[in-house]
């Protein structure tokens, strides 16, 4: 047994990096299959027993055909609104709501909290149909924002901005009391300098999640000229009519601005988890 | 390949379904301004009327908008409305509109899904609207949408399609066996089978897939009683069919993995060589040439065995319709005659309507594989039945295939695993 600080032997390092690969193979091994899919010309085959991720004729065609078979592009812009709509609901209403639960004291404080974490317990299949028949009756049917607006604030974000809050030194809070700082004071020159890695980590979850959702934005939506991106790239996968290399042309189209966010906030977003590692 | 598309989430189905019951009643009901009592063909067709297919996009765009435009040019002052929607979460999203009174006053459905609609009372019985829709249609077509225990027609039957078999011509002549003489029973099959296991050293497989209802019902098994309350499919045939897939599976006749529900599926597995027989519909080698462009050559049609199973699309018209007139008229617009038969020449589907049925065009093949194979599939269509009750939605089938599954691998008897099936296929039918 190696003590701890040593650096581990060669043999024993070699079974680490090994074990690590596979795990990276296991995790990366469909996506790149799917980039593999998408760059095959129409001559290669898709299923085969001793698959080949290399195309033989490789070409980007299928992506130029993906944006002149489906209005792509205004399915990406819908996806983005939706996205936009959920992030800056949910930036703004679980930082709020968060900090109003965590800082201030105010009566029934502790049953909202109860409140909001028992919606946690109900899983989306259940309220789906409930949820639809309200958006109808809100007249929001087949827009973006009937979309977007059951997302805005996640409950589970909610409870993160809390656990953030709930982390910060409450001398701090304190101390700016006492300095005569309102609450508003507070919250954006004592709280919120202090949890932005917990709210790049909302930002990110709930931009990968409002831009993949499929089924609450199918189900609202009936004019396929407001479809999502997820919505709209079933058309690829039509009656009698499936190109699997188009199918992976489009997955890799909607793939792109998750890795762009993630690129840009991954910098607070590592800090943020260990935020709530350590101190939630 | 898929000639009806199932949604994968069943959990949702299910979940969607149960709030259906509940709002059905009380929501569905409140869209309606007035309900429109009987509805007859009486009223101008005018006016805006929707259309709901399914996946009809990109491919057949242009001919959908051709038969749409034909039905503003034959009724000056109607404006139709067509939405086309995406293949997955179909059926939640038909169930969504159903529950939110929001349903478009033509839907394309199959039959397994009406019948949760027919069920809660939302869809027209075109049978008393339109009365003289019947001369039109195939038996087989309208039977789909007559269910037992709801009195009417509540679809007018669009296209059909139906099951033949396809074999890699290739691996069967390596193999030993002639690719233009097929197995056509089980038994040859699975004699077959043994040949192709031995001579290629276990790697190929004939078989691929478990049995499902329609081989018990191929195989003379009643599934369903006649009044479709009751599944009886647990008969001393059925149990036969299982014992010889049980053996089959025990010899390594079948691939290991065919009993788990998410196995990638036979046509998958004939696609990529692995095994060297599957069925599918008449459509098969068109996709196929597009996915595996050098196995399409190869490939071998012959008509399936038994009774071909009968797929039905249909259009049907909800109740709360604000232009009953028009829907219906657009309805048997699209389904008519000549309105189907160009759509069967844009790929391999068959029309509904008896005048289609004498059309010479599909008797003929233009020599390649997939033309042999569309004329096969039509030939079979004459004695087509729809073998899988609509009754047996993806909960109810969920719970046969693991019985049958726990029977093919040997852990319970095939009497016991039937009975067991059809024990609680019965309680979910009573649910």
């Given at each position: 047994?190696?003590?701890?600080?040593?650096?581990?032997?060669?043999?024993?390092?070699?079974?680490?990096?090994?074990?690590?690969?596979?795990?990276?193979?296991?995790t990366?091994?469909?996506?790149?299959?799917?980039?593999?899919?998408?760059?095959?010309?129409?001559d290669?085959?898709?299923?085969?027993?001793?698959?080949?991720?290399?195309?033989?004729?490789?070409?980007?065609?299928?992506?130029a055909?993906?944006?002149?078979?489906?209005?792509?592009?205004?399915?990406?812009?819908?996806?983005?609104?939706?996205?936009?709509?959920?992030?800056?609901?949910?930036?703004?209403?679980?930082?709020?709501?968060?900090?109003?639960?965590?800082?201030?004291?105010?009566?029934?404080?502790?049953?909202?909290?109860?409140?909001?974490?028992?919606?946690?317990?109900?899983?989306?299949?259940?309220?789906?149909?409930?949820?639809?028949?309200?958006?109808?009756?809100?007249?929001?049917?087949?827009?973006?924002?009937?979309?977007?607006?059951?997302?805005?604030?996640?409950?589970?974000?909610?409870?993160?901005?809390?656990?953030?809050?709930?982390?910060?030194p409450?001398?701090?809070?304190?101390?700016?009391?006492?300095?005569g700082?309102?609450?508003?004071?507070?919250?954006?020159?004592?709280?919120?300098?202090?949890?932005?890695?917990?709210?790049?980590?909302?930002?990110?979850?709930?931009?990968?999640?409002?831009?993949?959702?499929?089924?609450?934005?199918?189900?609202?939506?009936?004019?396929?000229?407001?479809?999502?991106?997820t919505?709209?790239?079933?058309y690829l996968?039509?009656?009698?009519?499936?190109?699997?290399r188009?199918?992976?042309?489009?997955?890799?189209?909607?793939?792109?601005?998750?890795?762009?966010?993630?690129?840009?906030?991954?910098?607070?977003?590592?800090?943020?988890?260990?935020?709530?590692?350590i101190?939630? | 390949?898929?000639?009806?598309?199932?949604?994968?989430?069943?959990?949702?189905?299910a979940?969607?379904?149960?709030?259906?019951?509940?709002?059905?009643?009380?929501?569905?009901?409140?869209?309606?301004?007035?309900?429109?009592?009987?509805?007859?063909?009486?009223?101008?067709?005018?006016?805006?009327?929707?259309?709901?297919?399914?996946?009809?996009?990109?491919?057949?765009?242009?001919?959908?908008?051709?038969?749409?435009?034909?039905?503003?040019?034959?009724?000056?002052?109607?404006?139709?409305?067509?939405?086309?929607?995406?293949?997955?979460?179909?059926?939640?999203?038909?169930?969504?509109?159903?529950?939110?009174?929001?349903?478009?006053?033509?839907?394309?459905?199959?039959?397994?899904?009406?019948l949760?609609?027919?069920?809660?009372?939302?869809?027209?019985?075109i049978?008393?609207?339109?009365?003289?829709?019947?001369?039109?249609?195939v038996?087989?077509?309208?039977?789909?949408?007559?269910?037992?225990?709801?009195?009417?027609?509540?679809g007018?039957?669009?296209?059909?399609?139906?099951?033949?078999?396809?074999?890699?011509?290739?691996?069967?002549?390596?193999?030993?066996?002639?690719?233009?003489?097929?197995p056509?029973?089980?038994?040859?099959?699975?004699?077959?089978?043994?040949?192709?296991?031995?001579k290629?050293?276990?790697?190929?497989?004939?078989?691929?897939?478990?049995?499902?209802?329609v081989?018990?019902?191929?195989?003379?098994?009643?599934?369903?009683?006649?009044?479709?309350?009751?599944?009886?499919?647990?008969?001393?045939?059925?149990?036969?069919?299982?014992?010889?897939?049980?053996?089959?599976?025990a010899?390594?006749l079948?691939?290991?993995?065919?009993?788990?529900?998410?196995?990638?599926?036979?046509?998958?597995?004939?696609?990529?060589?692995?095994?060297?027989?599957?069925?599918?519909?008449?459509?098969?080698?068109?996709?196929?040439?597009?996915?595996?462009?050098?196995?399409?050559?190869?490939?071998v049609?012959?008509?399936?065995?038994?009774t071909?199973?009968?797929y039905?699309?249909?259009?049907?018209?909800?109740?709360?319709?604000?232009?009953?007139?028009a829907?219906?008229?657009?309805?048997?617009?699209?389904?008519?005659?000549?309105?189907?038969?160009?759509?069967?020449?844009?790929t391999?589907?068959?029309?509904?309507?008896?005048?289609?049925?004498?059309?010479p065009?599909?008797?003929?093949?233009?020599?390649?594989?997939?033309?042999?194979?569309?004329?096969?599939?039509?030939?079979?269509l004459?004695?087509?039945?729809?073998?899988?009750?609509?009754?047996?939605?993806?909960?109810?089938?969920?719970?046969?295939?693991?019985?049958?599954?726990l029977?093919?691998?040997?852990?319970?008897?095939?009497?016991?695993?039937?009975?067991?099936?059809?024990?609680?296929?019965?309680?979910?039918?009573?649910?």
């Amino acid at each position: 047994m190696t003590t701890p600080g040593r650096a581990p032997r060669a043999g024993e390092r070699t079974v680490r990096y090994l074990l690590l690969l596979l795990v990276l193979l296991l995790t990366i091994g469909p996506f790149l299959w799917q980039l593999s899919t998408s760059l095959k010309g129409p001559d290669d085959d898709i299923w085969s027993r001793t698959p080949s991720f290399l195309p033989d004729a490789p070409t980007l065609a299928n992506y130029a055909q993906v944006a002149d078979t489906i209005p792509v592009w205004t399915y990406a812009a819908n996806s983005l609104v939706v996205a936009g709509i959920a992030v800056a609901g949910n930036a703004v209403g679980a930082t709020l709501a968060g900090f109003a639960l965590a800082r201030l004291r105010f009566r029934g404080a502790r049953l909202a909290f109860g409140l909001f974490a028992a919606t946690l317990v109900l899983p989306g299949e259940v309220t789906i149909v409930s949820q639809y028949v309200t958006v109808r009756s809100l007249g929001l049917t087949d827009t973006l924002l009937g979309v977007a607006l059951p997302g805005a604030i996640g409950m589970l974000n909610v409870l993160l901005m809390y656990t953030a809050f709930r982390a910060v030194p409450p001398e701090l809070d304190a101390a700016a009391l006492v300095d005569g700082a309102n609450a508003w004071q507070r919250l954006v020159h004592v709280g919120l300098p202090n949890v932005r890695g917990m709210l790049s980590v909302v930002v990110i979850f709930t931009f990968i999640a409002a831009w993949d959702d499929f089924l609450w934005p199918l189900i609202v939506l009936d004019d396929p000229g407001r479809y999502t991106l997820t919505v709209g790239l079933q058309y690829l996968d039509g009656t009698f009519s499936a190109n699997p290399r188009l199918i992976a042309a489009g997955t890799m189209i909607a793939f792109l601005p998750v890795v762009a966010v993630f690129a840009a906030l991954q910098r607070f977003f590592f800090k943020g988890v260990e935020e709530g590692a350590i101190k939630g | 390949m898929r000639h009806i598309r199932r949604s994968r989430p069943v959990r949702w189905t299910a979940a969607v379904l149960a709030a259906l019951t509940l709002a059905g009643c009380g929501l569905g009901g409140a869209e309606d301004s007035g309900t429109p009592g009987p509805v007859g063909t009486g009223g101008e067709v005018k006016g805006k009327v929707s259309l709901q297919t399914w996946a009809l996009k990109p491919k057949f765009t242009a001919y959908v908008e051709g038969v749409i435009a034909g039905f503003e040019k034959k009724h000056p002052g109607v404006e139709v409305e067509w939405l086309d929607q995406p293949g997955e979460g179909y059926s939640e999203k038909v169930l969504g509109q159903a529950a939110g009174g929001t349903l478009p006053d033509v839907v394309n459905l199959p039959p397994d899904f009406a019948l949760p609609l027919v069920k809660q009372n939302l869809l027209l019985d075109i049978g008393k609207s339109d009365p003289a829709a019947a001369a039109d249609y195939v038996k087989g077509g309208l039977d789909a949408y007559r269910f037992p225990g709801h009195d009417g027609t509540y679809g007018y039957p669009w296209y059909l399609n139906t099951d033949v078999n396809y074999w890699n011509g290739e691996l069967l002549t390596r193999f030993g066996l002639d690719p233009k003489k097929p197995p056509t029973t089980l038994d040859e099959l699975v004699r077959a089978a043994r040949t192709v296991k031995e001579k290629s050293g276990g790697r190929t497989y004939l078989m691929s897939r478990k049995p499902n209802l329609v081989d018990l019902a191929n195989a003379g098994v009643p599934v369903m009683s006649a009044d479709g309350r009751t599944f009886t499919f647990n008969t001393p045939e059925a149990a036969a069919v299982l014992d010889t897939y049980r053996a089959a599976f025990a010899e390594g006749l079948l691939p290991e993995d065919v009993l788990t529900e998410t196995y990638a599926g036979n046509t998958k597995l004939f696609a990529s060589g692995t095994a060297a027989w599957t069925t599918a519909g008449a459509n098969y080698i068109t996709s196929l040439a597009v996915d595996n462009p050098t196995l399409a050559p190869k490939v071998v049609s012959s008509p399936a065995m038994g009774t071909p199973p009968l797929y039905v699309q249909g259009l049907s018209v909800p109740k709360n319709t604000r232009n009953p007139a028009a829907a219906l008229a657009l309805a048997r617009w699209v389904t008519n005659a000549e309105n189907q038969a160009a759509f069967a020449r844009q790929t391999s589907i068959f029309p509904s309507t008896t005048a289609s049925a004498s059309d010479p065009f599909f008797g003929k093949s233009d020599g390649s594989n997939a033309g042999d194979a569309k004329v096969t599939a039509f030939r079979s269509l004459a004695s087509a039945r729809v073998l899988e009750p609509v009754q047996a939605n993806d909960a109810v089938k969920t719970l046969i295939n693991q019985q049958i599954a726990l029977a093919v691998s040997g852990q319970t008897s095939s009497k016991e695993a039937l009975d067991t099936a059809v024990a609680r296929a019965n309680q979910l039918l009573k649910d």
